[in-house]
T-cell receptor
């Protein structure tokens, strides 16, 4: 496997279900990101992890719970979602997150996304 | 908050035509980026711009970082069917703001 992979690619869940999205990067990067992409709307940053530590939570509801056990893996645990949470969830990685220091852009490499539908 | 206004929202063109799209903002940014997203895939970086006034090419693609640092454009010359997809701009630093995207359709 190369690059950034995400599983599952498609997920349909009810509002009372608990599910998890998985992201894995094979690029030797130290920063990982979760984005939400809704139709006709800009990409929304959700969470950032740098060297396994969370460095950004962009006011995301608690029904989304991220986990980063190591620099190569990132999870997004989902619980009691709403229909408006249906979207494409994209994972990305970069060499390092310099966001807190207001640093320069490090190229982010995106995975293919998980298409989530909440019924 | 910071916002990028991207236009047009969609374009329908004939193969061989040139394409131009742009992003503007009321905020100043130090980096402008252009991505392409194919159906069912994640975004892929096409061009990154780091200096005001910079003009950069990547094959048939050319992008410029506006001199005011508040805008950028992307041109595609001699379009081909595989250019179909969503193009969107991003700007910022380690934290990026994104445009809404331009859906490009190329008719053979």
């Amino acid at each position: 496997e190369t690059g950034v992979t995400q599983t599952p690619r498609h997920l349909v869940m009810g509002m009372t279900n608990k599910k998890s999205l998985k992201c894995e990067q094979h690029l030797g990067h130290n920063a990982m990101y979760w984005y939400k992409q809704s139709a006709k709307k800009p990409l929304e940053l959700m969470f950032v992890y740098n060297f396994k530590e969370q460095t950004e939570n962009n006011s995301v509801p608690s029904r989304f719970s991220p986990e980063c056990p190591n620099s190569s893996h990132l999870f997004l645990h989902l619980h009691t979602l709403q229909p408006e949470d249906s979207a494409l969830y994209l994972c990305a990685s970069s060499q390092e997150d310099t966001g807190l220091a207001g640093g320069p852009y490090n190229e982010q490499f995106f995975g293919p996304g998980t298409r989530l539908t909440v019924l | 908050g910071q916002q990028l206004n991207q236009s047009p929202q969609s374009m329908f063109i004939q193969e061989g035509e040139d394409v131009s799209m742009n992003c503007t903002s009321s905020s100043i940014f130090n980096t402008w980026l252009w991505y392409k997203q194919d159906p069912g895939e994640g975004p892929v970086l096409l061009i990154a711009l780091y200096k005001a006034g910079e003009l950069t090419s990547n094959g048939r693609l050319t992008a410029q970082f506006g001199i005011t640092r508040k805008d950028s454009f992307l041109n595609i010359s001699a379009s081909i069917p595989s250019d179909v997809g969503i193009y969107f701009c991003g700007a910022g630093g380690s934290r990026l703001t994104f445009g809404e995207g331009t859906q490009l359709t190329v008719n053979p």
